[in-house]
């Protein structure tokens, strides 16, 4: 399928991924384990942390246990915590476009979720601060499902809040993870990547693949009628 293939109907709703598509907080995601293992003397190959993108928690503690015990994975989640949220509180960039998309889907009164492997609370300060909560109806997250991404139970479960046949529904994601959620859940995805660009396996699921946000709002545009 062509990178730009043209959408094959108007979605009834558009859904999001967080960290790498809305926030550009992976690479200080990255920056905080990285400091975090160097601090405790944890020894990791380079480009381990780009294996995490996407995940949660507990798909990142299984990554993790294969180089390091139990004990000193607990301690370098509290140490990447305290890290991160130093970071997040001074504020967060927004990926380039991302307003721009979600204006034009407020303007056209198209329904939005978010779909994200953060927790809660977390991933609600996140919106919050960056200021894009209000443009939201639904904030779906890795607290309210068993299985995170990439199991297509929190796109199924945003369809749900927001009454939408799954196959009805864009999604929106960044990384390898996120897409499979996406496509497994029968979905129609784009994928924007950031930090993790697609192999040739992941290309083989068929969907959209461009290079902003704002070829994905250009993708939309011909498909909305006049505001």
Request: net charge negative; aromatic share 6%; charged share 20%.
């Amino acid at each position: 399928m062509s990178a730009f293939a043209a959408l094959p109907f108007l979605p009834d709703a558009v859904i999001f991924d967080m960290d790498g598509l809305m926030i550009d907080s992976e690479r200080v995601s990255i920056a905080c384990w990285s400091q975090a293992a160097q601090e405790l003397a944890l020894p990791f190959p380079e480009g381990f942390w780009l294996r995490m993108v996407g995940l949660g928690d507990r798909d990142c503690e299984c990554l993790l246990l294969q180089t390091v015990n139990a004990e000193q994975v607990a301690a370098l989640f509290a140490r990447c915590h305290d890290l991160y949220e130093a970071r997040t509180q001074q504020g967060l960039p927004l990926r380039p476009g991302i307003l721009e998309i979600l204006q034009l889907l407020h303007d056209h009164r198209v329904p939005r979720a978010v779909a994200t492997s953060t927790r809660q609370p977390r991933a609600s300060r996140k919106l919050a601060a960056a200021g894009l909560l209000p443009f939201f109806e639904v904030v779906v997250t890795s607290s309210d499902v068993s299985r995170p991404k990439p199991a297509p139970d929190i796109y199924l479960l945003a369809a749900q809040k927001l009454g939408k046949d799954p196959a009805r529904c864009l999604a929106l994601e960044d990384s390898p993870a996120g897409i499979r959620a996406a496509v497994g859940a029968g979905m129609t995805a784009i994928q924007v990547p950031d930090l993790v660009h697609p192999d040739e396996e992941l290309r083989a699921l068929g969907h959209r693949i461009v290079g902003s946000l704002l070829d994905a709002r250009a993708l939309l545009m011909p498909l909305l009628p006049p505001p």
